[in-house]
Protein backbone atom coordinates (compact mmCIF):
# COMPACT_ATOMS: atom_id res chain seq x y z
CA UNK A 1 0.00 0.00 0.00
CA UNK A 2 1.21 3.50 -1.10
CA UNK A 3 1.78 5.99 1.94
CA UNK A 4 -0.72 8.76 1.64
CA UNK A 5 0.91 12.17 1.23
CA UNK A 6 0.21 14.57 4.61
CA UNK A 7 -1.94 17.64 3.12
CA UNK A 8 0.50 20.69 2.82
CA UNK A 9 -0.37 24.63 2.70
CA UNK A 10 -0.89 26.27 -0.35
CA UNK A 11 2.32 29.08 -0.46
CA UNK A 12 1.51 32.32 -2.13
CA UNK A 13 2.87 35.41 -2.59
CA UNK A 14 1.01 36.89 0.79
CA UNK A 15 2.53 33.80 3.08
CA UNK A 16 5.98 32.98 1.44
CA UNK A 17 7.85 35.14 3.79
CA UNK A 18 6.58 33.11 7.15
CA UNK A 19 7.67 29.63 4.97
CA UNK A 20 10.97 30.88 4.12
CA UNK A 21 11.32 32.17 7.64
CA UNK A 22 10.48 28.92 8.91
CA UNK A 23 12.72 27.22 6.44
CA UNK A 24 15.33 29.51 7.80
CA UNK A 25 14.60 28.61 11.53
CA UNK A 26 12.99 31.49 12.23
CA UNK A 27 9.15 32.60 13.32
CA UNK A 28 8.23 35.35 11.12
CA UNK A 29 5.17 37.07 11.97
CA UNK A 30 3.19 40.22 9.87
CA UNK A 31 3.27 43.49 10.74
CA UNK A 32 1.07 46.16 9.55
CA UNK A 33 2.90 49.34 8.43
CA UNK A 34 0.00 51.55 8.92
CA UNK A 35 -0.27 51.26 12.60
CA UNK A 36 2.28 48.67 13.49
CA UNK A 37 -0.26 46.08 14.77
CA UNK A 38 1.28 42.23 14.88
CA UNK A 39 -0.91 39.99 12.94
CA UNK A 40 -1.12 36.25 12.88
CA UNK A 41 -1.99 34.26 10.42
CA UNK A 42 -0.79 36.52 7.60
CA UNK A 43 -3.48 37.93 5.96
CA UNK A 44 -3.61 41.02 3.57
CA UNK A 45 -5.58 43.57 5.45
CA UNK A 46 -5.09 45.18 9.38
CA UNK A 47 -7.77 44.30 11.09
CA UNK A 48 -7.16 47.25 12.82
CA UNK A 49 -6.48 49.93 10.56
CA UNK A 50 -7.47 47.96 7.40
CA UNK A 51 -4.01 49.46 5.78
CA UNK A 52 -3.09 46.80 3.19
CA UNK A 53 0.63 47.71 3.83
CA UNK A 54 2.95 44.95 5.72
CA UNK A 55 6.43 43.92 6.60
CA UNK A 56 7.80 41.33 8.57
CA UNK A 57 9.43 40.54 12.22
CA UNK A 58 10.98 38.13 13.72
CA UNK A 59 9.10 36.26 16.95
CA UNK A 60 10.76 36.93 19.94
CA UNK A 61 10.91 33.14 20.10
CA UNK A 62 8.73 32.64 23.81
CA UNK A 63 5.53 31.88 25.00
CA UNK A 64 3.24 30.75 27.33
CA UNK A 65 0.71 28.24 27.16
CA UNK A 66 -3.11 29.68 26.86
CA UNK A 67 -4.46 26.21 26.05
CA UNK A 68 -3.84 22.57 25.05
CA UNK A 69 -5.65 19.50 23.73
CA UNK A 70 -4.59 16.21 23.28
CA UNK A 71 -5.13 14.15 20.21
CA UNK A 72 -5.51 10.46 20.11
CA UNK A 73 -7.57 9.98 16.97
CA UNK A 74 -5.43 10.69 13.68
CA UNK A 75 -7.68 14.10 11.58
CA UNK A 76 -6.12 12.36 8.46
CA UNK A 77 -5.21 9.13 7.42
CA UNK A 78 -1.53 10.24 6.74
CA UNK A 79 -1.25 10.89 10.72
CA UNK A 80 -2.06 6.99 11.56
CA UNK A 81 0.47 5.89 13.91
CA UNK A 82 1.27 9.42 15.17
CA UNK A 83 -1.08 9.99 18.10
CA UNK A 84 -1.16 10.72 20.84
CA UNK A 85 0.19 14.05 20.98
CA UNK A 86 -0.12 17.51 22.73
CA UNK A 87 -1.57 20.71 20.87
CA UNK A 88 -0.50 23.93 22.57
CA UNK A 89 -2.52 27.38 22.07
CA UNK A 90 0.35 30.19 22.67
CA UNK A 91 0.21 33.39 23.59
CA UNK A 92 3.23 35.21 22.29
CA UNK A 93 4.92 38.68 23.88
CA UNK A 94 4.31 40.11 20.59
CA UNK A 95 0.56 39.86 20.98
CA UNK A 96 -1.12 36.68 18.77
CA UNK A 97 -1.31 33.04 19.45
CA UNK A 98 -0.33 30.08 17.59
CA UNK A 99 -0.92 26.76 17.38
CA UNK A 100 1.90 24.28 17.57
CA UNK A 101 2.43 20.80 18.36
CA UNK A 102 4.60 20.17 22.34
CA UNK A 103 7.99 18.40 21.75
CA UNK A 104 10.10 16.98 24.90
CA UNK A 105 7.89 17.76 27.48
CA UNK A 106 8.48 14.68 29.04
CA UNK A 107 6.59 14.54 32.15
CA UNK A 108 6.13 18.26 32.08
CA UNK A 109 2.60 18.90 33.71
CA UNK A 110 1.21 21.68 31.66
CA UNK A 111 -0.59 24.63 33.10
CA UNK A 112 -2.19 27.92 31.83
CA UNK A 113 0.73 30.05 31.88
CA UNK A 114 3.36 27.78 31.62
CA UNK A 115 6.51 29.03 30.12
CA UNK A 116 7.48 27.92 26.24
CA UNK A 117 10.08 28.13 23.96
CA UNK A 118 8.98 28.39 20.02
CA UNK A 119 11.38 26.16 17.73
CA UNK A 120 11.14 25.42 14.04
CA UNK A 121 11.31 21.29 13.13
CA UNK A 122 11.44 19.65 9.37
CA UNK A 123 8.26 18.30 9.23
CA UNK A 124 9.72 14.91 7.09
CA UNK A 125 8.96 16.11 3.42
CA UNK A 126 10.60 19.06 2.86
CA UNK A 127 8.35 21.71 5.05
CA UNK A 128 9.05 23.34 8.25
CA UNK A 129 6.64 23.27 10.45
CA UNK A 130 6.92 25.38 14.32
CA UNK A 131 6.88 23.62 17.69
CA UNK A 132 6.92 24.80 21.16
CA UNK A 133 9.02 23.45 24.10
CA UNK A 134 8.86 23.76 27.61
CA UNK A 135 11.39 26.39 28.76
CA UNK A 136 13.95 25.27 31.08
Request: hydrophobic fraction near 40%.
Amino acid sequence: MDAIAKPTPEIGPLTRPYWDGLAAGKLLLQRCTGCGKIRHYPRPLCDACHSFGHDWVEAQGTATVHSWTVAHHPFHPAFRGIPPFTLVTADLPEGVRILAPLRDAGDGALALGTKLVIGVEDNGEGLALPVVRLAR
